[in-house]
């Protein structure tokens, strides 16, 4: 009987709160991140009926440099839930590290363990955490289950890279030349070297974010493998763009991105329905890792919000919830972070788009063995060495990836100041 | 004995000397104040803060103090030339080609043979009127590898198609051409407008003494023209000095740093990795060559004969 009573109190105390939030949280986002939150802001009026919440959505080039701006000027014009890039993250904490809340304050450090290590690291500077989590984007390859069956090409019997060559080539021989195994946006992006690194365990810089290893024996074996890709002519180069037109026209027998890119092919290629299946990604030698991270976003809340209580119940009902990271999910298929959320039902049906498979599940089955990587604050100087270095090592300028590495090592130096990783 | 008071005769005094700023009327200062007031607080010093802040690292939290660093890595860094020579070679090629095109293009408007003058100085004015959004997304529509109409019309006419914004040299191309056929029309009415201060008495002294349309050309029209083009020469190459829109939204910069530009590195630098002093030094060091440019043209083709 106490203990009912004490219950009873603790929830009547817990519904006064919630009642006691009022006001406005605007929350900046884009595209579909935007419609993805909205989609879960009936289940958070429920416990919440009276604040409102206005999601904007300003495309995702503008609500970092609108950031940016309000940053600068000492956090004016700031939204009270802001919408970051994890890779463009640890900008923000090293030039305005006042310009966001640390979210420990607001109770953040209690749902920690709730999401994985890696989502972490580069949303927190010291013992600050800056953001949190949102969804991830746990590497796989999409393919086209009729183009492979043509081919001849089995995907369940693709395990290693040299496998993922091999059937390019039947695929190559099969249709002429005119269908390939995938589009790297060689020379706009170093996104194909990032995801191999990632999944050989190598990146730009040390987890510490303190020296470059981008010439590491991982990295090395990455770019090597991009290399062999385009001599073994089974990709093409193609920009974002162009790889939408590619598979949309039937020229692209499979794609390999974050799990993300599931709606931008569902939504781009509607008529494709049932034809599209996905297989983790190949590992660079037998029994090796089959995963890698592109991409995946987080939440932060201003320091200039005059309603940061508001605004952090928002963020830990769209994601410290099952509910919320599914309805998420379900909506936009952002791919969850929060690892209750990758045990829901929901994660288990299986898709008709995507002939019926379980997609859901072969995409978070990866998201344990996914190695850490940390973009760090300087970021953007180095893929923009590496986008340069990747296009002069395909066209054949060094003799070795480990010479074109090591000189893209010095260039991240002297950009950055940090040394190189001996 | 009395001693009268001597008067002396007054002594005409000068008239006192005001101060200069007594006689300076004050009004005129009073009405362009607010004008002032604002081209320090908007103008003058952000040109002063930002010269300081290349001496800073702004990477770190809060500005630090970096001494020369920024200069240091300036001199040094291989992308900084890969944009200074990209932009060159623009400079090199697209300014003198539509310099040349427009003044055809001025002297066919000038001439009394054409009708439907008006329209023909509206069509070719029109691409400025154009957002540069929108001609940047039809140039890369227009330029598409697989469905572009340019590979059509190639592929149509039995030539190869080209992959034009994935190879260095082809992005090169397409962005001269889009830059031409934007600026071309607005430099032809500059150059109409010179060409208008000729006295036409010039040409019938030149016919009667029997000189052809050619020589009038090279022998007249251009000398003539001089001060016109000068102005449109230092004019493209102050803006090519500053060319971000064309590289950054129909090339993005690539492939690779193929068709990067000082303007877009210095976005990238300032506005991409947040990095505002290097953005600083990079934005001084393209002022300081438009300067020397500017004053090398005015010294070369600016003199009266």
């Known amino acids: 009987m106490k203990k009912f009573a004490l219950m009873t109190a603790l929830a009547l105390a817990s519904a006064a709160s919630a009642q006691s939030l009022s006001g406005t949280v605007t929350v900046w986002s884009w595209d579909a991140a935007a419609k993805a939150l909205q989609s879960t802001v009936p289940s958070f009026n429920k416990k919440y009926p009276n604040v409102k919440v206005n999601v904007v959505d300003l495309g995702n080039q503008n609500v970092y440099d609108r950031g940016l701006a309000g940053c600068a000027a000492g956090g004016v014009d700031m939204p009270d839930v802001y919408s970051i890039e994890n890779n463009e993250a640890e900008v923000f904490w090293a030039r305005f590290p006042n310009c966001f809340v640390d979210l420990n304050t607001l109770g953040a450090d209690k749902v920690a363990k709730n999401f994985p290590a890696f989502k972490w690291t580069e949303l927190m500077a010291g013992n600050k955490r800056y953001a949190m989590p949102w969804d991830s984007g746990p590497v796989v390859i999409f393919y086209r289950r009729d183009l492979y069956q043509q081919a001849g090409v089995n995907p369940t019997a693709i395990k290693t890279w040299d496998d993922f060559i091999a059937a390019g080539k039947k695929v190559n021989a099969k249709f002429d030349g005119k269908v390939k195994m995938g589009i790297v946006g060689n020379g706009q992006d170093d996104e194909w070297f990032r995801m191999l690194a990632n999944q050989n365990n190598c990146f730009y810089f040390d987890n510490a974010g303190t020296s470059v290893t981008v010439n590491k024996p991982g990295c090395v074996d990455a770019l090597n493998t991009v290399k062999k890709l385009y001599d073994a002519q089974v990709v093409a180069t193609g920009d974002w763009g162009g790889q939408i037109t590619s598979f949309k026209s039937g020229k692209s027998a499979s794609a390999m991105f974050g799990a993300w890119y599931e709606g931008t092919i569902r939504t781009n290629a509607p008529d494709q329905k049932g034809k599209w299946g996905v297989y983790p990604m190949p590992a660079s030698k037998p029994g090796g890792v089959r995963a890698a991270n592109l991409g995946g976003s987080a939440l932060a809340l201003p320091s200039s919000s005059k309603n940061k209580a508001a605004a952090y119940a928002f963020m830990e009902n769209a994601l410290a919830t099952t509910g919320g990271q599914v309805a998420m999910l379900k909506s936009q298929g952002l791919v969850p972070s929060l690892l209750s959320a990758t045990k829901d039902p929901y994660v288990k049906v299986a898709q008709p788009y995507w002939g019926n498979q379980k997609v859901w599940q072969t995409i978070l089955d990866t998201l344990g063995d996914v190695p850490q990587a940390r973009g760090t604050q300087y970021f953007q100087d180095a893929r923009q060495v590496m986008i340069v270095v990747q296009a002069d090592y395909i066209k054949g300028k060094y003799k070795t990836a480990k010479e074109a590495l090591d000189d893209a090592a010095k260039k991240i130096s002297s950009a950055t100041g940090l040394p190189v990783a001996k | ?305």
């Open chain 2, 1 to 305: 004995m009395t001693t009268a008071p001597q008067f002396k005769p007054a002594e005409p005094r000068p008239p006192a000397r005001k101060s200069r700023w007594a006689r300076t009327p004050k009004a005129p200062y009073l009405f362009i104040l607010p004008y002032l007031l604002i081209f320090l607080t908007f103008w003058a010093w952000p040109i002063i803060s930002s010269f300081m802040m290349s001496f800073k690292d702004s990477r770190l939290g809060e500005t630090a103090p970096f001494g020369l660093s920024n200069w240091s890595r300036l001199v040094q860094d291989e992308f900084f030339r890969t944009a200074l020579r990209n932009t060159l070679v623009i400079m090199i090629i697209q300014v003198p080609l539509m310099l040349s095109l427009a003044t055809v293009l001025a002297v066919a408007l000038n001439s009394k043979l054409l009708k439907a003058a008006g329209w023909f100085r509206f069509a070719f004015f029109a691409p400025l009127v154009v957002g540069t959004v929108a001609y940047s997304a039809v140039f890369r529509l227009l330029f598409n590898t697989d469905f572009g109409m340019v590979n059509r019309g190639l592929t149509s006419i039995g030539l190869p198609a080209v992959d034009w914004l994935n190879q260095s040299g082809p992005a090169m191309t397409v962005l001269i051409l889009a830059m031409t056929w934007r600026w071309t029309g607005y430099n032809a009415i500059i150059l109409l407008a010179g060409l208008q201060g000729i006295s036409e008495d010039v040409y019938e002294a030149a016919s009667i003494d029997g000189a052809t349309p050619t020589q009038q050309f090279w022998k007249i029209t251009l000398p003539l023209l001089r001060p016109s083009l000068l102005f449109c020469l230092v004019l493209s190459v102050i803006g090519t000095l500053q060319l971000f829109t064309e590289p950054a939204l129909i090339t993005n910069s690539g492939p690779g740093n193929a068709t990067m530009t000082l303007g877009t590195y210095l976005y990238q630098q300032g506005f991409r990795s947040f990095n505002f002093g290097y953005a600083s030094a990079i934005a001084y060091t393209v002022a300081a060559i438009a300067a020397i440019f500017s004053v090398v043209q005015l010294r070369l083709f600016g003199r009266d004969e």
